[in-house]
């Protein structure tokens, strides 16, 4: 089994900084692609930053000021650093790792449950 798992949301006012951490860990035998997405209430998840399979950084336009995306070395952790955060940033942030079990095995889409991202004074 794959485990993805989300953490560092909180509450924070305008204007202030939060660090989210996503942690790949269980049975991967590589991790091709991860990559964070948020989902605001009544809204689609959206695509906020991610790492693609050639290691280049992909983020939104609507954050690329203000987020930062990295990874440790062995790639199974990502750190999503968010500044000057807007009430509009608000929304759940899950992290997803496509990876595979074994060298022949298929790609698939592993995702963790979630953490909250609140902004608000």
């Known amino acids: 089994q794959v485990q993805v798992v989300e953490s560092g949301g909180g509450l924070v006012q305008p204007g202030g900084s939060l660090r989210l951490s996503c942690s790949a860990s269980?049975?991967?035998?590589?991790?091709?692609?991860m990559g964070w997405y948020r989902q605001a209430p009544g809204k689609e998840r959206e695509l906020v930053a991610g790492?693609?399979?050639?290691?280049?950084?992909v983020i939104a336009d609507s954050v690329k000021d203000r987020f930062t995306i990295s990874r440790d070395i062995a790639k199974t952790t990502m750190y999503l650093e968010m500044s000057d955060l807007k009430p509009e940033d608000t929304a759940a942030y899950y992290c997803?790792?496509?990876?595979?079990?074994?060298?022949?095995?298929?790609?698939?889409?592993?995702w963790g449950k979630g953490t909250l991202v609140t902004v608000s004074s």
């Open positions: 790492f693609s399979s050639g290691g280049n950084t």
């Open positions: 997803k790792a496509s990876a595979r079990r074994t060298w022949f095995g298929s790609l698939t889409d592993y």
């Open positions: 269980g049975s991967i035998f590589s991790i091709n692609v």
